[in-house]
């Protein structure tokens, strides 16, 4: 699709033979846009090493699945929930909590992103990323808080500037 706001012969030269022409009478046009992509790489690369909630009923069960891939996981290695899940497809409606996470695996780094939402860590992960220090070497000027054992930024949306961490 070509669109031009220009004299009708410098439009000619972008058109094809094949391209209808419309005349817009001074109207605007947005096209409309298909996102249409894969995470290949990302994906690719990890993708028997993540873990898959598609479908997973209930935090219990989700927190038993972070269990048996501590059981196989190389020391300090990540265990990853990466999109793919969301709080609300759960019984309880929620995510699993921090203290959750540390009772089913304390040993290794836990991450788990519900969509673009928000993201979940326990306190091996906390710890390997310094989240502290990242945090204010991002943005030195905001305060953060804890709150019964999570850090909490002000933001609750990945779009509105910073994510959410649990």
Same mark, same amino acid.
């Given at each position: 699709?070509?669109?031009?706001?220009?004299?009708?012969?410098?439009?000619?030269?972008?058109?094809?033979?094949?391209?209808?022409?419309? &005349?817009?009478?001074?109207?605007?046009?947005?096209?409309?846009?298909?996102?249409?992509?894969?995470?290949?790489?990302?994906?690719?690369?990890?993708?028997?090493?993540? *873990?898959?909630?598609?479908?997973?009923? &209930?935090?219990?069960?989700? *927190? &038993?699945?972070?269990?048996?891939?501590?059981?196989?996981?190389?020391?300090?290695?990540?265990?990853?929930?990466?999109?793919?899940?969301?709080?609300?497809?759960?019984?309880?409606?929620?995510?699993?909590?921090?203290?959750? *996470?540390?009772?089913?695996?304390? &040993?290794? $780094?836990?991450?788990?992103?519900?969509?673009?939402?928000?993201?979940?860590?326990?306190?091996?992960?906390?710890?390997?990323?310094? *989240?502290?220090?990242?945090?204010?070497?991002?943005? $030195?000027?905001?305060?953060?808080?804890?709150?019964?054992?999570?850090?909490?930024?002000?933001?609750?949306?990945?779009?509105?500037?910073?994510?959410?961490?649990?």
């Amino acid at each position: 699709m070509t669109i031009r706001r220009t004299p009708e012969a410098h439009v000619a030269a972008y058109c094809g033979r094949r391209e209808r022409r419309r &005349d817009l009478r001074q109207r605007r046009v947005i096209p409309g846009l298909i996102d249409g992509h894969i995470h290949a790489v990302r994906a690719g690369a990890c993708w028997d090493r993540e *873990l898959h909630w598609t479908g997973m009923p &209930d935090v219990a069960a989700a *927190l &038993d699945s972070i269990r048996a891939a501590a059981g196989s996981c190389q020391p300090g290695e990540w265990i990853r929930a990466v999109g793919g899940w969301h709080p609300s497809q759960f019984t309880e409606g929620r995510s699993p909590t921090r203290g959750e *996470l540390d009772d089913a695996c304390p &040993d290794h $780094p836990v991450y788990l992103q519900a969509l673009y939402q928000h993201a979940v860590l326990n306190s091996a992960a906390q710890l390997t990323i310094r *989240l502290r220090l990242f945090l204010s070497a991002v943005d $030195p000027g905001r305060e953060y808080e804890q709150l019964d054992g999570w850090l909490r930024h002000g933001q609750t949306r990945f779009g509105d500037g910073m994510p959410r961490f649990r």
